[in-house]
């Protein structure tokens, strides 16, 4: 499917983000090993976040699905019933790395598959840490899906993880709930808490401090009504669209707002965005909030190490907020992009000069210098939704119209998005 976007004259309205991507997740996954009927509301609409739901139906999880409420009977740390057929991770990353934790202390053997994409993503990354409990897991060509884990008794471990990565953080969590002991895991650089946060609203025994998290195992988890909060990687989109197109004025309400997320809004700001956070509160162990943004004079910025691993979603719309700021956008230590849904420094640098941009690629980032314009172009999504969302706020500030192919790719994570940006264009 193509989309057509067309530059636009001031942006103005409020608009509704999905339910948070990783934070569904981890609550349906979560909610699954409790112990009796949890309540979800404002679940992701995405895709990603229904292949955590196939994969759990096929697991014998009972459900049921009303809109974005999901209703989930627990069958407790041991009750999942051996698959008659294969796990479907679809496009996820998250399913395939966060469910093998839950897989490996089951006394039976599942296999993982997933698209063409995740098909050639790296998945030794978690492999390691869930052979060093016990579990026994193979893999096409010793790294990429099918996954093949034959779960079993597991054992405590202290893991130091190589890259900052909290799909691979949460997958040893997870599987510490099956161990008799307290599983630790380091990491090199802080990514999203909210597996620690959901564990801690579980009732599971959870400690965190600067760059660890321990979990002892065995607990029982108590089933809980959550409500997921506003997708901030979703918001981050229509906060950079609000930025660039001049006299614009936007709000998204009920926003996640997660410290270890919100180095988004810290950048936005420090690169010239006009946001104000108009309300907080807490929800579930989760900040939660309204933004407001408003058309700003952009100086752009630099992201490098630990930035990049808090940012590493939101970078691909960031290039489009330093191409039209004064100084560029100047990304290094984001090495993690090329393995994504795409390469996402290769999909995007092809997309932006396509649309007539100047960009300088190295193998963990890129330079764009700043005061550019996109001009009239046809670009691609390359199946990636952060790729194809990111080209269309850039076409809300061209000098004519952008269009994007395979659109469809969106609805991995935000199926309302093109629907949504219409709303508040003119
Ligand atoms: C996610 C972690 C990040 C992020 C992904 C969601 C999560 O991946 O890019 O979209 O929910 O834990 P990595 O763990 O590979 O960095």
Not at 299 to 309: P, T, Y
Request: charged share 25%; hydrophobic share 40%; proline share 4%.
């Amino acid at each position: 499917m193509n989309q057509t976007i067309c530059p636009s004259g001031p942006l103005k309205g409020a608009v509704e983000m999905p339910g948070d991507k990783s934070i569904s997740h981890r609550y349906a996954m979560l909610a699954s090993v409790a112990e009796g009927e949890s309540v979800i509301s404002n679940y992701s609409s995405g895709a990603d976040c229904h292949s955590t739901l196939g994969c759990l139906r096929t697991l014998g999880v009972e459900m049921k699905i009303d809109g974005r409420e999901v209703r989930i009977q627990g069958r407790g740390l041991n009750g999942y019933v051996q698959p008659g057929q294969d796990l479907d991770a679809g496009n996820s990353g998250s399913t395939i790395r966060m469910l093998s934790g839950l897989l490996a202390g089951q006394r039976f053997t599942s296999r993982l598959i997933g698209d063409e994409s995740l098909s050639k993503r790296p998945m030794q990354r978690i492999m390691t840490p869930l052979a060093g409990m016990g579990a026994r897991i193979t893999a096409r060509d010793g790294k990429f899906p099918p996954i093949e884990i034959q779960g079993g008794e597991l054992k405590a471990i202290d893991y130091s993880m190589p890259v900052a990565s909290a799909q691979v953080k949460s997958c040893v969590l997870l599987a510490g709930l099956h161990v008799d002991g307290e599983t630790m895991v380091r990491e090199p650089a802080a990514t999203r808490d909210h597996t620690e946060v959901a564990l801690r609203e579980f009732g599971a025994e959870i400690e965190t401090g600067r760059g660890w998290a321990k979990v002892r195992g065995k607990a029982k988890l108590q089933p809980r009504e959550l409500r997921v909060p506003g997708d901030l990687s979703s918001a981050a989109f229509f906060l950079v669209a609000g930025a660039i197109v001049p006299g614009s004025e936007l709000v998204i309400a009920g926003v996640g707002l997660n410290p270890t997320r919100a180095a988004l809004i810290d950048f936005l700001v420090a690169a010239g965005a006009q946001i104000r956070v108009l309300d907080i509160g807490m929800r579930n162990g989760e900040p939660v909030g309204d933004l407001q943004v408003t058309g700003s004079d952009l100086k752009g910025g630099e992201i490098a190490g630990a930035l990049s691993a808090s940012l590493i979603d939101e970078i691909p719309v960031l290039s489009i907020l330093g191409a039209v700021s004064r100084d560029g956008l100047m990304v290094r230590g984001a090495a993690e992009l090329r393995i994504k849904e795409t390469d996402r420094i290769e999909t995007m640098a092809s997309n932006l000069r396509l649309m007539g941009v100047e960009i300088e690629t190295a193998p963990d980032g890129f330079r764009i210098p700043g005061g550019q314009r996109f001009r009239a172009a046809t670009v691609d999504s390359f199946g990636d939704h952060r790729i194809g969302m990111a080209c269309a706020v850039a076409a809300l500030r061209a000098e004519g119209e952008i269009v994007i192919e395979n659109a469809e790719a969106a609805s991995v994570s935000f199926p309302e998005f093109w629907d949504t940006l219409r709303t508040i264009g003119r």
